[in-house]
């Protein structure tokens, strides 16, 4: 960055000041929360985060110095929630991703299931020599989702990240209606409650880590 681009300090000094001004709301809004899921406390924990983010960023455009803020990314926060008070449906969206770690072992359990199959019923391109692009489609159409997570090591998988989101939708879709792109017509601000499992959590200290990394839960 050039020097003509450059943050001036007063600028710095007033992001600083915000931080400050942010911090002291959140804090009054912890102290005068009305439960679990109080929105005041939502609103000031973004503010806060939003504020830190700018003086981040000033500080090191101008004197190359870093905080010690861990400044949560955009795209993990949910906007404030949209939906009814008292939903008549959910769809509950999931997404995990696997490694295919052993090869070898995921072969083998497809070619179990086919010898299992007394009624052909499993495809043939799960025999031996079969490829894993056709395996994966065997163990994924016997099993469970939720089965396969349990058990994937059986599998030859390795977990990836994972989100679960439960959204409240008006009334349930006509049968069939989005099976062509399930995932088109998610909105964040219907999101009832997420729960997300990551290694970044891991990389935190399990001691002093926040009980409700990776969760989100609201009314």
Same mark, same amino acid.
């Given at each position: 960055m050039s020097?003509?681009?450059?943050?001036?300090?007063?600028?710095?000094?007033?992001?600083?000041?915000? #931080?400050? $001004?942010?911090?002291?709301?959140?804090l009054q809004a912890v102290e005068r929360? $009305?439960?679990?899921?109080?929105?005041?406390? =939502?609103?000031a924990f973004n503010a806060l985060a939003a504020a830190a983010e700018v =003086?981040?960023?000033?500080? =090191?455009?101008?004197h190359d110095e870093v905080t010690p803020f861990e400044i949560p990314a955009a795209q993990d926060s949910l906007p404030p929630y949209a939906g009814p008070e008292e939903p008549h449906a959910v769809s509950v969206l999931i997404r995990r991703d696997y490694a295919v770690a052993e090869p070898a072992r995921l072969l083998a359990q497809a070619?179990? +299931?086919?010898? +299992?199959?007394?009624?052909?019923? #499993?495809?043939?391109?799960?025999?031996?020599?079969?490829?894993?692009?056709?395996?994966?489609?065997? #163990?994924?159409?016997?099993?469970?989702?939720?089965?396969?997570?349990?058990?994937?090591?059986?599998? @030859?998988?390795?977990? @990836?990240?994972? $989100? +679960?989101?439960?959204?409240?939708v008006e009334e349930l879709?006509?049968?069939?209606?989005?099976?062509?792109?399930?995932?088109?017509?998610?909105d964040p601000a219907?999101?009832?409650?997420?729960?997300?499992v990551s290694a970044v959590f891991d990389e935190e200290d399990e001691l002093d880590a926040d009980p409700e990394d990776g969760v989100t839960d609201r009314p």
């Open positions: 020097d003509a681009a450059q943050p001036t300090a007063a600028e710095v000094r007033a992001a600083a000041d915000a #931080v400050k $001004t942010a911090l002291d709301r959140h929360r $009305t439960g679990d899921d109080d929105p005041a406390v =939502y609103d =003086y981040d960023e000033l500080l =090191y455009d101008r070619e179990r +299931l086919a010898d +299992l199959d007394p009624d052909g019923q #499993v495809p043939a391109a799960a025999t031996a020599g079969a490829g894993v692009h056709a395996a994966l489609g065997v #163990v994924f159409g016997e099993y469970e989702a939720d089965e396969i997570a349990s058990r994937h090591k059986e599998f @030859g998988l390795e977990e @990836g990240d994972s $989100t +679960l989101w439960v959204s409240a879709p006509e049968p069939g209606e989005w099976l062509g792109a399930p995932f088109d017509e998610a219907m999101v009832i409650c997420r729960f997300d």
